[in-house]
């Protein structure tokens, strides 16, 4: 199957920043530059739904998190009826940034200013000195602004200031049913459990377009950590185990989401042999957490989908088996800072969930075995396009095609080799079709 056959026009169409997506090439600049990055906060996060947070971390009426929307910050609250509010956290009187800190519960929001004070669903309740304002004063036109659209999926919060926004499922698409892969594993969902941010300086689609496409670094990248484990790994291969390893790539070039799996024995074979997880986090597993999973969404999406790594367009970046959720939050066009939660099944016994989280601190936290070499690599990429020439050269993302999936495999979406870049093409198909206002 050719590249350009799913959807032949709009491969081959020009688009403002020159990425031709029919040959997969793509300039420099797009890291770099201010005017891009400005046109990204205006038609890419505020167009499309990002994740601000999960239900877990809002459970009772008056619970609050802090979030971001693109550059904005906004806060989550659950309101006294149950339901979820997203709103611009700032005062409508001077523009104070109203919470300072990352989560907590109140039953109303009061700016340390003045004393204007809001509910949980942002409505202005009142202030001091309310007699001095004039007639032209009108209290419920001066609530916070609320983000018009918001829709909550598998317990993942989405938020859209686009008001004429597509409804989420439409937005996610089949995605869905690759996600439920990470959130649906249980019939008693998931929950977050632990959250660290840290800053890179690198832009924000680096980690991004990583996670939608990018396992090929992997045994280049790990190879000093891989090879304490599995010495007889190598460039090309990063297990000495089981069948020949193969994996496949999920891509939607439409929605620009996408997503990449190893095939091999059993997932649990990989944890038990490089310590990803501790010994008693494997053994739940590999007793009661696959074969639960594989009851609940079949054998393919919990033992043939190994090393599970996806991004949600734009900026929503998933690792299943280490257990993460990634947030690229855009400082400027050469800074990001990350927001790593982790997340687990809610049904995880609660005496395992210290050592989870233990386990993914070793690995994939700011100071991580494994993150520091992927901190490495977008920081390096960030340096190789600065500069006067470097930034006006051009990238190549031609690896890979699409392809006729396997018989045994019944997800949807394009598909290609796990050693691919198709869904970085389909990434940055999606990215030049909203830098170019199109839906």
């Not at 799913?6 to 600049?29: A, C, F, H, M, V």
């Not at 609940?296 to 734009?314: A, C, E, Q, W």
């Not at 939660?341 to 601190?361: G, H, I, N, Q, R």
Request: charged letters at 25%.
């Amino acid at each position: 199957m050719a590249l350009d056959d799913p959807t032949k026009g709009s491969w081959n169409k020009s688009n403002k920043y020159g990425i031709d997506l029919r040959t997969g090439i793509q300039p420099s600049e797009i890291y770099t530059s201010a005017e891009v990055f400005d046109d990204e906060m205006e038609k890419i996060f505020g167009k499309c739904w990002l994740l601000v947070g999960h239900e877990s971390q809002i459970p009772q009426k008056g619970d609050f998190v802090v979030s971001k929307m693109g550059n904005d910050s906004v806060i989550v609250s659950r309101h006294r009826d149950d339901t979820v509010h997203v709103l611009l956290n700032q005062c409508r009187h001077r523009g104070v940034k109203l919470l300072r800190t990352d989560y907590g519960s109140k039953p109303a929001f009061i700016c340390s200013y003045h004393g204007w004070c809001y509910g949980t669903d942002g409505k202005l309740l009142g202030m001091p000195h309310v007699s001095h304002h004039r007639d032209c004063f009108k209290k419920s036109e001066w609530g916070l602004v609320a983000v018009p659209k918001v829709e909550i999926y598998r317990g993942l919060i989405f938020a859209n200031w686009d008001e004429n926004a597509e409804p989420l499922a439409d937005y996610l698409a089949e995605s869905m049913w690759y996600l439920d892969a990470f959130f649906d594993r249980s019939p008693a969902g998931s929950e977050f459990i632990g959250l660290q941010k840290w800053v890179l300086k690198a832009n924000w689609k680096w980690g991004a377009e990583q996670h939608a496409s990018d396992f090929y670094h992997a045994q280049v990248s790990h190879v000093s950590y891989t090879d304490v484990f599995f010495p007889e790994a190598s460039t090309n291969r990063l297990i000495q185990f089981g069948p020949p390893e193969y994996g496949l790539q999920y891509s939607s070039p439409e929605r620009g989401h996408g997503g990449g799996w190893l095939t091999i024995p059993h997932e649990i074979l990989l944890h038990r042999g490089i310590k990803t997880m501790t010994d008693d986090v494997v053994d739940y597993w590999e007793e009661t957490g696959f074969p639960k999973t594989a009851e609940r969404l079949g054998d393919t999406r919990s033992n043939k989908m190994t090393v599970f790594h996806m991004n949600i367009f734009p900026h929503m970046s998933l690792n299943r088996g280490q257990g993460y959720l990634r947030l690229w939050q855009p400082i400027s066009p050469t800074e990001t800072e990350v927001w790593s939660f982790v997340f687990v099944d809610a049904d995880l016994p609660e005496e395992l969930k210290a050592s989870y989280l233990t386990a993914k601190a070793n690995i994939f936290s700011a100071a991580g075995g494994l993150e520091q070499d992927d901190a490495e690599n977008t920081t390096a990429c960030q340096m190789g396009v600065t500069g006067t020439k470097a930034s006006k050269t051009k990238l190549n993302i031609m690896m890979g095609d699409v392809k006729e999936p396997p018989e045994d495999f019944e997800g949807p979406g394009l598909i290609s080799d796990e050693y691919s870049e198709v869904a970085l093409r389909g990434f940055y198909h999606r990215w030049a079709s909203l830098m170019d206002g199109e839906g």
